[in-house]
T-cell receptor
Framework: SAVISQKPSRDICQRGTSLTIQCQVD?????MFWYRQQPGQSLTLIATANQGSEATYESGFVIDKFPISRPNLTFSTLTVSNMSPEDSSIYLC????????????FGQGTRLTVV | QKEVEQDPGPLSVPEGAIVSLNCTYSNSAFQYFMWYRQYSRKGPELLMYTYSSGNKEDGRFTAQVDKSSKYISLFIRDSQPSDSATYLC???????????FGSGTRLQVQP
């Protein structure tokens, strides 16, 4: 398994500001992902973080709103930009060692509240 | 139609009961199947993982896959209050990088 450290664990932010969430994996992984989880809901994939290149975003998510970096095989950041109360959610970092039959591991999540 | 359907619950059972959690899927390309457990205010943690039809047992947990019916189940025997959590099924295929998750079933085991 892999251990994923995510920080901050929670934050309360003013609308219009930006927050950067960091994700650190304890070993090299092929794939890293960012999810959003509304209270009581399942996981919604925001994007796949690609090492050394632009992230691949899912429908409904854009780079200007959720810029993502992945400078190496163990670290990624997600920025939530120009926040509004609708961005209040749990943001989860996930990683897989390889494509094919490999499981995904998750960080503890960042609970974001925008006021 | 969603690719993965999961009964959202909530499901409330007495301690010691056998719990059955289920997911159906429509994509024949899914080849491997996982169950995650998520406690409140925590990230999902992998519980069971299987890639073939049939049963896989791990302690009180049994994962069952029926690829012909596109149906997977997780059985929990002798359920405990500590099993109270949301259970998410997840599926993958070689063509996609991210797993596809069900909506999650919230389970409450009453002492």
């Amino acid at each position: 398994s892999a251990v994923i450290s995510q920080k901050p664990s929670r934050d309360i932010c003013q609308r219009g500001t930006s927050l950067t969430i960091q994700c650190q994996v304890d070993s090299q992984v092929t794939m890293m992902f960012w999810y959003r989880q509304q209270p009581g809901q399942s996981l919604t994939l925001i994007a796949t973080a690609n090492q050394g290149s632009e992230a691949t975003y899912e429908s409904g998510f854009v780079i200007d709103k959720f810029p993502i970096s992945r400078p190496n095989l163990t670290f990624s950041t997600l920025t939530v930009s120009n926040m509004s109360p609708e961005d209040s959610s749990i943001y989860l970092c996930s990683a897989r060692r390889g494509q094919g039959n490999t499981e995904a591991f998750f960080g503890q999540g960042t609970r974001l509240t925008v006021v | 139609q969603k690719e993965v359907e999961q009964d959202p619950g909530p499901l409330s059972v007495p301690e010691g009961a056998i719990v059955s959690l289920n997911c159906t899927y429509s994509n024949s390309a899914f080849q491997y199947f996982m169950w995650y457990r998520q406690y409140s205010r925590k990230g999902p943690e992998l519980l069971m993982y299987t890639y073939s039809s049939g049963n896989k047992e791990d302690g009180r947990f049994t994962a069952q896959v029926d690829k012909s019916s596109k149906y997977i189940s997780l059985f929990i025997r002798d359920s405990q209050p500590s099993d109270s959590a949301t259970y998410l099924c997840a599926m993958g295929d070689t063509g996609r990088r991210a797993l596809t998750f069900g909506s999650g079933t919230r389970l409450q085991v009453q002492p």
